[in-house]
């Protein structure tokens, strides 16, 4: 009798293929050229070459080492070399509680970056206090920095972080080359007392 | 012959008669109240008897009992003989509107951080202590959070649903 199978055997199409020609920015392209807009060559390189900075304080950090490491891989996504100087980084990733007497230098790490830079709040801690609602513990970590992507969880597990920093990847991606100069983005900075 | 105590009362008690009270033995840990001018008195004799040797403070801290008048604050000490290896604990009370206590620094180097940390959750104002500072929190909080009257929950959140916190 044969044994039953105890794993998939129907091989399931991708929805996006990987690939420059599937996956690339819309334009002309012809023998040997390929034409198309700045921001989106600019967005494309930028988003498959991030470096993240990760400021991780508590069980998130260990979550997000199995997302570094060789079985989920953060590599894959061009992020090959994950900084420990801010002033090199794109992304800051806060991981864990982030309690009061930290927020200044979680605030001190985030203008330490270089412009354009991108924050990643995971775990229901950094994203909003979870359950340490408590007199010394910062309910959020956007109550000091501007957050571009939440990642729920307690904590989430290496695919959900994955998950968000591939909307972190489609955020850069389409980016528009003049959003960090425009006055929306300055009331942004001005209302978390920066600049 | 082990230091018991009974010793260890019959000494304190021949020492300062009726200015030490409360006498318990909860878990078999002698336990007494003093008066609060006297905390030093007490703390030096049991550091200094030879019979006693208790010369390591293991902790320092308050309780906050908003219902007993001109009680509110008890400082508690914990000593430690090492010698014999026995434990006491006392403690002293004073009223909330005036914490001021002496501070135990001069005798146990250990007590410096210790109540820094009392005063900065109590606001036990320990005189004469060295570097009277927050040690713990922010330093910018305006308040002392582990007395009674303020809540333990951030007042600061706004997208939290109470229900979800079992306090709808």
Known sequence: ?195 | MALTNTIIREKLQDKFNDQLTDWEEPYGMLTFVAEKDSNLKVLQFLFDDPELHFQFLTDLTAVHFPEKENKEIAVVYHLHNLIDNVRIRFKVYTPVAKPDVYSATALYSSANWMERETYDFYGVNFIGHPNLKRILNVDDMDYFPMRKEFPLEDQTRKDKDDEMFGRG
């Open chain 1, 1 to 195: 009798m044969a044994r039953p199978v105890q794993y998939n055997i129907n091989t399931k199409p991708m929805e996006n293929p990987v690939g420059f020609v599937n996956n690339g920015p819309d334009g002309f392209s012809g023998e040997g050229f390929f034409a198309t807009k700045l921001n989106d060559v600019v967005g494309l390189a930028r988003k498959n070459s991030i470096w993240p900075l990760p400021f991780a304080t508590s069980c998130c950090g260990i979550e997000f080492m199995a997302t570094m490491a060789s079985h989920y891989d953060l590599a894959r996504f061009g992020s090959e070399r994950l900084s420990f100087s801010p002033r090199q980084c794109d992304l800051l990733m806060v991981m864990g509680t982030i309690a009061k007497k930290m927020a200044p230098i979680v605030k001190q790490v985030y203008l330490q970056m270089a412009e354009p830079r991108w924050v990643l709040a995971m775990g229901a801690c950094a994203c909003s206090g979870g359950i340490f609602d408590s007199y010394s513990v910062l309910q959020g970590i956007d109550q000091i920095i501007p957050v571009d992507v939440y990642v729920p969880g307690c904590p989430p597990r290496p695919e959900a972080v994955l998950d968000g920093f591939m909307r972190i990847q489609e955020l850069v991606g389409k980016e528009s080359l003049r959003r960090r100069g425009s006055e929306q983005y300055q009331e942004l900075m001005t209302s978390y007392g920066i600049q």
